[in-house]
């Protein structure tokens, strides 16, 4: 589990150095008009041997130390610890339950190994807390047949918890000697404090006497690893601060307000969609690019804090700016102008999503600020990778679509992170 600023993919060079590789089946069609068909034979690196981890990933810029990791992993093995495998027939004859309980512990194991090989001490920290609360499950599952474990004491135990983070939220001061890192911090509390205090998710509905204790161990143990993981975020931050670091809370809200002001504007100019909007992979890409655009606002003119608005307007103003690029060389080229013929276009649009992805860390002011932003973009080509692993053979063309929309629309909002970051940096006044 290792910090580093620029995380490096093994595919990048595959995925850029071997369109050469790539071919397709009936190039030009059939001579009966039948659609193009595009080979997956030509894209399998692509999908296999954890191509798709991201190639950006979430970092705080606050000192995790590898003491608190291991401290946690401590806690994901003791829960573990609890359950016996393989569980006992007699005592769990229903064999769904010993599955549910047995996946759970299995989750567990699995966001324990990737924390092991996290890129950052963030995601570390964040596949740990998953770990626990998929582990707390199954230990409380195990606890309500040996122990006779009731709903009653684990939700007292989430009540605790979020007592606690209702305590920290409510003397949350926003100090720094630097209003962007000070952004990026309290953008990260206030996130975890939200959902620690959401009781949106707490809807069990279980058959099961003891699944309904084992999501309840659930929902206990992820208040509890947000409350603690925060506080120690917290504390870690205002030990760094030097004794007479300013208060950014006027800042950082006067610039969201700023921001806010201006996406507002932006989305009032949006133009109407086309009537056709969603017809073929031009369409559902200037449509997705555009509802992206319009709801990012809201995320910077109505946020549960000033921190997460000024850090989610980096993206929002990518949002606009990937939007109106897209619609405009769909205006110029007409509607096949993304779409692909075979499977070296594919790759070609890949590439060119990771190619702007690192290109906008590089170039960017402020790399934490475009982090978040280029995480997400991250993320979209991930999915996109596994979108891709579901098909084999020859595969008509329009199947595609959906991946290379993802890796269009990645490529075209990372290409404007750079100047999203610079116009969020003016506005606070960095």
Do not use: K
Not at 88 to 117: C, F, H, K, M
Not at 196 to 220: C, M
Not at 287 to 305: F, N
């Amino acid at each position: 589990m290792t910090e580093q600023s620029t995380p490096t993919r093994r595919g990048f060079l595959a995925a850029v150095g071997a369109s050469a590789l790539a071919g397709c089946s009936g190039l030009d069609g059939s001579r009966d008009g039948s659609e193009t068909t595009v080979s997956m034979y030509h894209l399998r690196d692509v999908t296999e041997d954890g191509e798709s981890d991201p190639i950006v990933v979430e970092s705080v810029p606050v000192p995790i130390e590898q003491s608190l990791l291991d401290e946690r992993l401590r806690r994901v093995s003791a829960l573990l610890q609890r359950v016996p495998t393989p569980l006992d027939r007699e005592r769990i004859p229903n064999g769904v339950i010993r599955e549910r309980l047995l996946r759970a512990a299995d989750d567990a194991s699995t966001s324990s190994q990737r924390a092991r090989s996290a890129r950052t001490r963030l995601s570390a920290l964040q596949a740990l807390s998953r770990a626990r609360e998929r582990a707390r499950y199954a230990a409380a599952g195990w606890a309500y047949v040996a122990e006779n474990r009731r709903v009653s004491a684990l939700r007292s135990a989430r009540r605790r918890a979020v007592d606690d983070a209702r305590a920290l939220r409510s003397t949350l001061a926003y100090r720094g000697d630097d209003p962007i890192r000070a952004a990026l911090v309290y953008a990260r509390l206030e996130r975890n404090l939200d959902v620690a205090l959401d009781d949106s998710t707490l809807h069990v509905n279980e058959s099961s006497p003891l699944l309904t204790v084992a999501a309840w161990g659930e929902h206990a143990e992820t208040a509890r690893a947000l409350a603690d993981d925060t506080r120690y975020l917290h504390d870690q931050y205002t030990d760094s601060l030097s004794g007479d670091a300013p208060d950014v809370e006027d800042t950082l809200a006067a610039a969201a307000e700023t921001l806010a002001t201006r996406l507002r504007d932006r989305r009032a100019e949006l133009p109407p969609e086309p009537t056709e909007s969603g017809d073929g992979l031009g369409g559902r890409l200037r449509y997705r690019l555009r509802d992206d655009a319009e709801s990012s606002v809201q995320r910077v003119s109505e946020p549960d804090g000033p921190a997460r608005a000024v850090v989610a307007a980096v993206a929002a103003i990518s949002n606009f700016e990937a939007y109106d690029q897209v619609r405009t060389r769909l205006a110029e080229d007409g509607a096949d102008a993304y779409r692909i013929a075979d499977a070296s276009e594919v790759r070609e649009r890949r590439a060119r999503a990771l190619r702007a992805i690192r290109r906008a860390l590089d170039e960017s002011p402020r790399p934490a600020l475009v982090r978040p932003a280029l995480a997400d973009a991250a993320m979209a080509v991930s999915l996109a990778d596994e979108s891709l692993a579901r098909h084999s053979g020859d595969v008509r063309a329009s199947r595609l679509d959906d991946p290379v929309r993802r890796y269009v629309a990645a490529a075209a909002r990372a290409r404007n992170a750079p100047a999203a970051c610079r116009a969020v940096i003016e506005a606070v006044g960095a």
